[in-house]
Nanobody, 115 residues
Framework: QVQLVESGGGLVQAGGSLRLSCAAS????????MGWYRQAPGNQRELVAT???????NYGDSVKGRFTISRDNAKNTVYLQMNSLKPEDTAVYYC?????????WGQGTQVTVSS
C-alpha cells in the first residue's frame, strides 16, 4: 500500500510559479514511474508529467517548457515545479503511482491561477 499526500497548491497570479510536492508513505526507490495529472471542472483528467526511476520525463503538450517534474528518492517525494502559470492551468492536481499491480492517487491539491 502507498499513501500519497500532495501539498503546495494555492492561488497565484498569471506568470507566477508554484512548486507542488507529493510525499509517499513508503520508499519510492523501487517504484519506476510516478506522475502528476490534473482535472479542471468539466474536463477529463489529463497527464501533466511523469518521471521514471532513471530520470526520464514526459510532459503534456500544454505544459512542456513551463513545468518540470523531479523526484527525491531519499525524501520519498516527487515535485512539480510550475513556472509561467496561465489561467488555463487552473485545476486540481493529483499525484499518481503504480505499486504492486495497483494504482494509487493522492487526494489532490487545488491550483488556481488568476488573470
Amino acid at each position: 500500500q502507498v499513501q500519497l499526500v500532495e501539498s503546495g497548491g494555492g492561488l497565484v497570479q498569471a506568470g507566477g510559479s508554484l512548486r507542488l510536492s507529493c510525499a509517499a508513505s513508503r520508499s519510492i526507490f523501487s517504484i519506476d514511474r510516478m506522475g502528476w495529472y490534473r482535472q479542471a471542472p468539466g474536463n477529463q483528467r489529463e497527464l501533466v508529467a511523469t518521471i521514471t526511476s532513471g530520470g526520464s520525463t514526459n510532459y503534456g503538450d500544454s505544459v512542456k517548457g513551463r513545468f518540470t517534474i523531479s523526484r527525491d528518492n531519499a525524501k520519498n517525494t516527487v515535485y512539480l515545479q510550475m513556472n509561467s502559470l496561465k489561467p488555463e492551468d487552473t485545476a486540481v492536481y493529483y499525484c499518481h503511482t503504480r505499486f504492486d499491480l495497483r494504482n494509487y492517487w493522492g487526494q489532490g491539491t487545488q491550483v488556481t491561477v488568476s488573470s
